[in-house]
């Protein structure tokens, strides 16, 4: 019942935002919404089934460039480039996939952080290809029939559509026997096996799917920002969705959202901090490390006794209390 | 004792070779240098209790594991339902229709009691990502979920289904484990130290899990070192030493031998 | 020609060395990856350049006093931020260290702002020339350095108490305990050891590449994947690890390319492990 009214309250808010929020902040709200959905396929692999990557940024970057390409120098349909470049980013997750399976650990980590450099490296080198550093740009934006989406508004809420999509396709598989088989790979990989599970499976699509998300995150970032060019896809990125992974709450699809938001946002709450900003986001970040180990979403597990937490319902305390500076975080 | 058909036919001369039901044939697996297991042949018949025993080290549990697939063997035959499941990665084993538990609880223990059941029964699912995607794997997740409750309430533990398995007592934990793994629906259990750690009315809670699983069917291969619960329970015991099989038969045989008494009496119990 | 760059790739190797070595120690000690092993080195560079370059001490002083300042922040970084999560998820751990890492680097752009800042080389720009090879003084310097680095580790592991103390934590951190070893202060040392390590790389690098807050993160990814090319937990290992990554980068950055220098190297130690997953030198724990 709960979750219900939840549900129906921050719908209608999400909905409304573009009523409600002044221009600047609306356009951050579409950056947040794209890096949530970054943020939500990260946290597939890592929250969920338990391996680790750091190169996530060089599936956001295929994506991107992929449909930047299409629809500039091909003139291909945004809804056509969109699920084409999903797919590519796919096989890219699967190349990185495979590898994954013989390693793991920090084994693991240097296989995704060299990823995210060697795509990285490509884009800007790749000169025929990508523009190099010079970029592409009037990429432009989707039309529906002949409508373009111009305004923020409009894109955000085809952002939010998409992002309402992953999350329930998420929700949906967590809590049945494709999630349970995904955690327990995450807590046991042997025990995992024993009960009939095939580990180097899961893992392998785990990783296509959370790439072709990304990939996905990643089309809509350009098709947003108009002007692609390698710098937005550097190992900064790939750590920084990390971290709104984390701060949200690893496992945990709001938290995801929340992780992603609260990254983005803060940047605009300390403006003022000018030179200070990025020292005073390490400090939060290794503050919120030590005192809130769980992420934001771990302060409302606290009213529940879980560690695992139910989506929904921690949405509600999230809002109320783990967003804002003033509340300080409990020790779980 | 439960006396089964093929033991009657056994017993009155027919050829048992038709009741073997897990056959192991010069088994090896070396740790570095070290024969864990040694040259070791043994058969397990169709819906019998059988024990392994041996002191600490013997290789009981490296054994279980190889049987499970968690460790391949470095030499040898394993054959169930004569099938080679040899060197086979622990889900195709487990596929085949052996289940086990671990000598060292694992269970998922963020996960709640129901939860670990019903990965259990993950290759009984009846469904995969796409139904989920369309939404139409409500009746089958159903049934399964009926089954895992079945088996929850099998092991007595029907009123802490939704807790979290790590909050449950050792005990408990160890009755999860049994019911998780009969959740894959295995002819073969493999019981790895169920009594362990266990209060006197936990231990008779799980010979009567025994011979109930058996009573139903199963065939149960049980490593404990609790005496007085195996010995009347099993059928037949093999014993190990050091990684080799030093006796095999029914108790009464095995007590009486020689080497397993000089085994665990003379010599004493070496190693970890 | 080619000798010349495996030289050179081999100094530039014993510096990555260096800061490998120091991330496996600490890995091995504290079970932590430490993501902000490359600014120790950031950082040790910074301290032997404000000491020598802005305030003119000398660079037998300036030196010696960088690589202290670094082994300093080492220990309290461990005492006070590192040690409160040690027992919590790993997760966890690897966060702490990432936000170092952005703490560090961002506090040293904060400190010294963000231009690069030029370093004389030591020993002048002489070179010697010995079978047809030039070898800078700065090279030489390196690898006898590094020589000497080596045996005095294996000397101190080895035969001092401290050393001992080391590898007993981290064979088994629990049982260290239990035999009177105090596993915390071994550690906090053991972390400030590391940043040392990582501090004297970064004052040998400061001559040769430009003193800047931005070389944390690449140094980082350097050495982390040396130490898991040459086995994750093994110190020879990591030792090989950056000479052999400090001698491809310079090959592939000569002969084929420098723009995809990063790339390939990458691309080779990627297949290294593919063929040899458990790294050159494995480390059982």
Redo the contacts between chains.
């Keep these: 019942m709960y979750k219900r009214i939840t549900l129906l309250l921050i719908s209608a808010v999400l909905i409304a935002l573009p009523w409600l929020l002044p221009p600047y902040p609306m356009q951050l709200m579409v950056f947040v919404g794209v890096f949530a959905i970054l943020t939500l396929s990260l946290n597939l692999i890592v929250g969920y089934v338990g391996m680790i990557s750091l190169g996530h940024a060089g599936f956001f970057l295929v994506g991107a460039y992929t449909s930047a390409l299409l629809t500039v120098d091909f003139g291909v349909s945004f809804w056509l480039t969109l699920p084409v470049a999903a797919i590519l980013t796919a096989i890219f997750g699967l190349c990185v996939g495979f590898p994954a399976l013989k390693l793991s650990g920090h084994f693991l980590a240097v296989i995704t952080i060299a990823f995210g450099l060697i795509m990285h490296v490509l884009s800007v080198n790749l000169e025929w290809l990508t523009n190099g550093i010079s970029g592409i740009s009037n990429i432009p934006r989707p039309s529906f029939f002949s409508y373009v989406l111009r305004t923020d508004a409009e894109y955000y809420y085809l952002v939010l559509a998409v992002l309402a999509l992953v999350v329930m396709v998420f929700y949906q598989l967590i809590e049945s026997g494709v999630g349970r088989a995904l955690k327990a790979v995450r807590e046991d990989e042997t025990g995992a096996a024993c009960m009939g599970i095939n580990v180097n499976r899961v893992k392998v699509v785990s990783f296509v799917v959370s790439a072709a998300i990304a990939g996905i995150a990643g089309v809509l970032y350009a098709h947003y920002v108009r002007y692609l060019n390698p710098d937005s896809f550097t190992i900064d990125i790939s750590i920084r969705v990390f971290i709104m992974m984390i701060i949200g709450g690893i496992g945990s699809i709001s938290g995801s959202l929340i992780g992603a938001f609260a990254v983005y946002t803060l940047p605009e709450a300390l403006r003022f901090l000018n030179e200070y900003y990025y020292l005073v986001f390490g400090a939060l970040v290794v503050a919120m490390m030590l005192f809130l180990p769980g992420g934001l979403v771990s302060v409302s597990a606290a009213f529940q006794g879980k560690t695992i937490v139910h989506p929904r319902v921690l949405l509600w305390f999230s809002l109320k209390g783990g967003r804002k500076e003033d509340r300080h975080g409990r020790n779980t | 004792m439960v006396e089964t058909p093929e033991q009657a036919l056994t017993q009155s001369g027919w050829d048992a070779e038709e009741s073997t039901q897990l056959e192991i044939r010069n088994l090896f697996r070396y740790f570095g240098g070290l024969a864990a297991l040694n040259n070791v042949s043994m058969k397990v018949l169709r819906g019998e209790i059988h024990g392994l025993i041996g002191p600490n080290g013997s290789g009981k549990t490296t054994l279980l594991n190889v049987l499970s697939g968690v460790l391949a063997p470095n030499k040898g035959e394993i054959l169930f339902d004569d099938y080679h499941i040899g060197g086979l990665p622990p889900n195709r084993i487990t596929e085949k229709g052996i289940g086990r538990t671990f000598q060292n609880i694992r269970l998922f223990k963020q996960l709640s009691v129901l939860e670990n059941v019903l990965v259990g029964a993950h290759l009984h699912l009846g469904y995969g990502i796409f139904a989920v995607l369309l939404q139409r794997h409500r009746v089958a997740e159903r049934r399964i979920v009926n089954r895992a409750r079945e088996l929850i309430d099998f092991v007595g533990l029907g009123s802490r289904t939704d807790d979290i398995a790590g909050s449950l007592s050792y005990g408990e934990q160890r009755l999860v484990e049994i019911a998780r793994a009969l959740a894959t629906e295995p002819n073969l259990m493999l019981l790895d130290e169920p009594l362990a750690g266990m209060n006197p009315g936990e231990v008779n809670r799980v010979v009567d899990l025994c011979k109930r699983m058996a009573g139903e069917g199963k065939t149960i291969l049980l490593i404990d070192h609790t005496m007085r619960v195996v010995m009347p329970l099993c059928e037949r015991i093999t014993v190990l030493n050091f990684g080799k099989k030093i006796a095999e038969g029914t108790p009464k045989d095995v007590q009486r031998n020689a080497d397993v008494i000089a085994a665990y009496l003379g010599h004493g119990p070496k190693g970890g | 020609m080619l000798s010349q760059l495996i030289l050179f790739g081999v100094s530039m190797g014993c510096l990555y060395a260096l800061i490998a070595i120091g991330f496996v120690m600490i890995w091995n000690t504290a079970a932590v ?1 430490n993501f902000a092993q490359g600014e120790f080195a950031m950082f040790g560079m910074f301290l032997a350049y404000t000491a020598h370059v802005m305030w003119g001490v000398p660079l037998w002083l300036s030196l010696p006093l960088a690589v202290g300042g670094t082994a300093g922040l080492g220990y309290f970084t461990e005492r006070g ?1 590192i040690r ?2 040690l027992g ?2 790993p ?3 690897i ?2 260290t ?7 680097s ?2 040293a ?2 400190i010294w702002g963000t231009q690069p800042f030029h370093f004389p080389n030591f020993l002048g720009s002489n070179v010697w020339r010995i079978a047809g090879l030039l070898l800078s003084y700065q090279s030489i310097a390196i690898i006898i350095i590094m020589i000497t680095i080596a045996v005095l580790l294996h000397i101190l592991s080895q035969k001092t108490r401290f050393g001992k103390k080391l590898r007993a934590v981290a064979q088994d951190r629990e049982i260290a305990s239990l035999m009177g070893i105090k596993v915390d202060q071994t550690i906090a040392y053991g972390f400030a050891l590391s940043a040392g390590l990582a501090g004297v790389a970064g004052v040998l690098m400061a001559p040769i590449i430009f003193v800047s807050a931005d070389i944390g ?1 690449p140094l980082l ?1 350097k050495s ?2 040396a ?2 090319i040459g086995g ?1 937990g093994s110190y020879p290992g990591a030792l090989i690890g950056g000479i052999l990554i400090g001698v491809m980068d310079n090959l592939i950055g000569f002969y084929i390319s420098t ?2 220098r ?2 390939m190297t ?2 080779i ?2 297949l290294i ?2 063929a040899r ?1 458990e ?1 050159l030198f494995p480390h059982h724990r």
Excluded: E, H, K, T
């Design positions: 990856v931020l409160p999560i919590s998820d997760l966890s751990v966060m702490v990432i936000g170092l890492q952005i703490l560090f961002n506090g752009r904060v993160l990814v982390f994947i130490a898991v994750f723009d995809y990063d790339v990458f691309l130690l990627i492990l593919l997953p790294g």
